[in-house]
T-cell receptor, first 113, second 115 residues
Framework: DTAVSQTPKYLVTQMGNDKSIKCEQNLGHDTMYWYKQDSKKFLKIMFS???????INETVPNRFSPKSPDKAHLNLHINSLELGDSAVYFCASSQGAVVYGYTFGSGTRLTVV | GDSVTQMEGPVTLSEEAFLTINCTYT??????LFWYVQYPGEGLQLLLK?????DKGSNKGFEATYRKETTSFHLEKGSVQVSDSAVYFC??????????????FGKGTTLSVSS
């Protein structure tokens, strides 16, 4: 069983569209994250949720909106997609303190054309 | 703010060569330090960690020692294999005991090992 699963794995869409990426974890973790990895492999935190409560909301455009319906799910909705949104988006989860490490999903490669 | 600096890659080695990937950091207080590895097409996996000065993290033949005096956490392996080819990320957090805290990642170092 996949511990942190993201769908879709690949997403190609046109500028101006609205799209969602879904993330589910079956580890029983209480915290989930979204990270963005750019073309140079640089990873940056976007959001984190702990027990469905928003903890981190980094400076990202408000076109990006996370939604956590329950502890096991954290979805990312993106409005009015732009070329610069093209990247790999990683979902991750952790249990309690981050010192125990994250478990990452395999990523969603978003390409905006 | 906190930051991590890794050596630029790619690093290209022959099988059984010795590996060092340098990582230095800037942080307030006493951060916890991590190495993550990303194999092609996959998400990142925790490779090893150290939570206080002079701690040595180790896993799968990889080692890194938390050096507070030089603010470094260099990754080493005595004999690399082709299967070690991946991107390696150094990371830190100054609030390791809090839930939901972000990890600050370095820019990653690509390792390519040939047989």
């Amino acid at each position: 069983d996949t511990a942190v699963s993201q769908t879709p794995k690949y997403l190609v869409t046109q500028m101006g569209n609205d799209k969602s990426i879904k993330c589910e974890q079956n580890l029983g973790h209480d915290t989930m994250y979204w990270y963005k990895q750019d073309s140079k492999k640089f990873l940056k935190i976007m959001f984190s949720y702990n027990n469905k409560e928003l903890i981190i909301n980094e400076t990202v455009p408000n076109r990006f909106s996370p939604k956590s319906p329950d502890k096991a799910h954290l979805n990312l909705h993106i409005n009015s997609l732009e070329l610069g949104d093209s990247a790999v988006y990683f979902c991750a989860s952790s249990q309690g303190a981050v010192v125990y490490g994250y478990t990452f999903g395999s990523g969603t490669r978003l390409t905006v054309v | 703010g906190d930051s991590v600096t890794q050596m630029e890659g790619p690093v290209t080695l022959s099988e059984e060569a010795f590996l060092t990937i340098n990582c230095t950091y800037t942080a307030t207080g006493y951060p916890s330090l991590f190495w993550y590895v990303q194999y092609p097409g996959e998400g990142l996996q925790l490779l090893l960690k150290a939570t206080k000065a002079d701690d040595k993290g180790s896993n799968k033949g990889f080692e890194a020692t938390y050096r507070k005096e030089t603010t470094s956490f260099h990754l080493e392996k005595g004999s690399v294999q082709v299967s070690d080819s991946a991107v390696y990320f150094c990371a830190l957090t100054s609030r390791a005991n809090q839930a939901g805290t972000a990890l600050i990642f370095g820019k990653g170092t690509t390792l390519s090992v040939s047989s």
